[in-house]
C-alpha cells in the first residue's frame, strides 16, 4: 500500500481563515552554541489542513482526541464539481452522485477546484480561496445524514458556504457580487436563500450529527478524482481540542501507485511539488465570468 498525500503546505505565508491566528515561527535555539535548532511555533487550528472537531461549534461534542481511528480512516468517496461550479454558486447532492457512487458511512472529499488558488500555486488567489468557493445548502447537509456520512473534506477555505459565514458582513465587495449571483440564478437574495436558520449550517446542523468536516484539503487530490478510495485524516491526539492541524491521504496498492506516479510525471507541478491540473483553472474562470455577466 502506498499513501497519495491530500495535504497543502503549511508555512508562515499559509492563510488562516480570515481573522484566525496565522502561523509564526521563531527560533529559540541554534546549532551554534546550542547544538540543535529549536522553533517555538504560534497559531490557530484552523489554518493549512485541518479538520474540525465537534466542539468547535457544539458544546457537548467530541473533542478530536476523541475520533477513532476507524471514524477516521474509511472507504471514501472523491467528486469533481470544478466543471460545473464556481466563484459563489452552490452545488447539490444530484451533482455528487451524478458523478461518483457514494455509499452509506462513507467519507465524502469535494473537488471543487479551489485548491488551485491556494497560497503555493501559480495561480494564487486567497480572497477567491476563502471568499469566492462554491458550498452547500441545507438539502446536501440533509443528505449527508442519510448517508450517515463520517466526515466530508473540502479543497477550499470552508466547508460552508462564505455567503453563509460572517464573511457576508467582511467582505462587501465581493458580497455584491455574490447578491447579483444569487439573485441571477436563484430570484432571491443571499438573505433570503441563506436566512438565520440557515446559518453556518454545515457547522451547526451537522457537528451534533457527529458529521464534522476537513478543510484545505490539496496536495495531489488532481490525481484521484470521480473515483472510490480508502482516505485517512490524522490529527494531532489533541485532548481539548476544538480542531486539529493535520495529514490527510489516499491509500492505493502498490500497482496503481506506479501508475498514478506515471501520470503526475506527465502534469505541471507546484513549487513544492505538487500536481495542477490548469484545466480546472479555465473551467471555473468559464463559470464564473458567466456568472457575473
Not at 15 to 21: K, R, V
Not at 205 to 216: D, V
Amino acid at each position: 500500500m502506498k499513501f497519495i498525500d491530500l495535504t497543502i503546505p503549511l508555512g508562515i505565508g499559509t492563510p488562516p481563515w480570515p481573522t484566525y491566528e496565522p502561523l509564526q515561527v521563531k527560533y529559540f535555539k541554534r546549532l551554534a552554541p546550542n547544538g540543535a535548532n529549536g522553533q517555538l511555533l504560534t497559531h490557530s487550528n484552523h489554518i493549512g489542513t485541518h479538520i474540525d472537531g465537534e466542539i468547535h461549534f457544539h458544546t457537548p461534542g467530541k473533542d478530536i482526541a476523541e475520533l477513532d481511528m476507524d471514524f477516521l480512516v474509511h472507504d471514501a468517496a472523491i467528486v469533481d464539481l470544478s466543471d460545473i461550479v464556481a466563484d459563489y454558486d452552490v452545488y447539490t447532492s444530484k451533482m455528487i452522485e451524478d458523478r461518483v457512487e457514494v455509499k452509506e458511512g462513507d467519507i465524502l472529499i469535494i473537488h471543487t477546484g479551489y485548491h488551485h488558488f491556494g497560497w503555493d500555486q501559480p495561480t494564487a488567489d486567497e480572497v477567491r480561496y476563502m471568499v469566492k468557493h462554491p458550498g452547500p445548502d441545507r438539502e446536501f447537509s440533509e443528505w449527508a445524514k442519510a448517508k450517515k456520512l463520517r466526515w466530508i473534506g473540502v479543497d477550499c477555505g470552508s466547508a460552508d458556504h462564505p455567503m453563509n459565514t460572517i464573511i457576508r458582513n467582511w467582505m462587501p465587495r465581493q458580497t455584491k457580487q455574490a447578491e447579483y449571483v444569487f439573485q441571477k440564478k436563484f430570484g432571491m437574495s443571499i438573505e433570503q436563500f441563506y436566512s438565520d436558520d440557515k446559518y453556518q449550517l454545515m457547522h451547526l446542523e451537522m457537528f451534533p450529527e457527529g458529521i464534522i468536516h476537513a478543510e484545505c484539503l490539496g496536495g495531489d487530490i488532481d490525481l484521484l478524482l470521480n473515483r472510490r478510495v480508502q482516505v485517512g485524516f490524522f490529527p494531532w491526539r489533541f485532548v481539548d481540542g476544538e480542531a486539529s492541524i493535520g495529514r490527510c491521504v489516499a491509500m492505493v496498492d502498490d500497482a496503481e501507485y506506479d501508475q498514478l506516479m506515471a501520470k503526475k510525471a506527465e502534469m505541471p507541478k507546484t513549487k513544492h511539488g505538487d500536481v495542477f491540473n490548469p484545466s480546472h483553472v479555465e473551467s471555473l474562470n468559464k463559470i464564473s465570468k458567466e456568472n457575473l455577466s
